[in-house]
């Protein structure tokens, strides 16, 4: 038994926890979502912003999962009216920290993200690059 609750220890302390993450809802129609989808998402997981703010993508066609609908009732997060939406999300105490809306560009999705973070003081990132991002 005591093995067994050690195997079960050592697994959680192997998944990675995260206290915020990006969410992005899509849409399959939206052309601007499509472009993130190509122009971001295959780099993200290669910038300093991939440590602290895993990013994952959520279908905003069909139901909401239960876990937004648990939330928008709470007031924990606003509706998504606009896609694609990029939020800024506290996994510990499950509420929106901050949102973005739209996509333009690949430069201007990271200027726009460095200045949230930035301005919230919560997530520590490395320094800016001297272009003004902290991506690649």
Known sequence: MKRLIFVIVVLLMTVPSYAY???MFSNK???YCDNFLKEVKPGYGTTP???????RVIETSGNPPKWFEDAFNANNID????TPTFVIWDNDHQYEIARLLGYINKERFYQ???KFIDAMGQIEL??????GSRHK
């Open 126 to 131: 490395p320094s800016l690059h001297p272009e």
């Open 112 to 114: 726009d993200l460095d």
């Open 49 to 55: 912003y991939a440590e602290k703010l895993p990013l």
């Open 21 to 23: 993450e990006l969410l």
């Open 79 to 82: 509706a998504i009216e606009i």
């Open 29 to 31: 129609q939206c052309p």
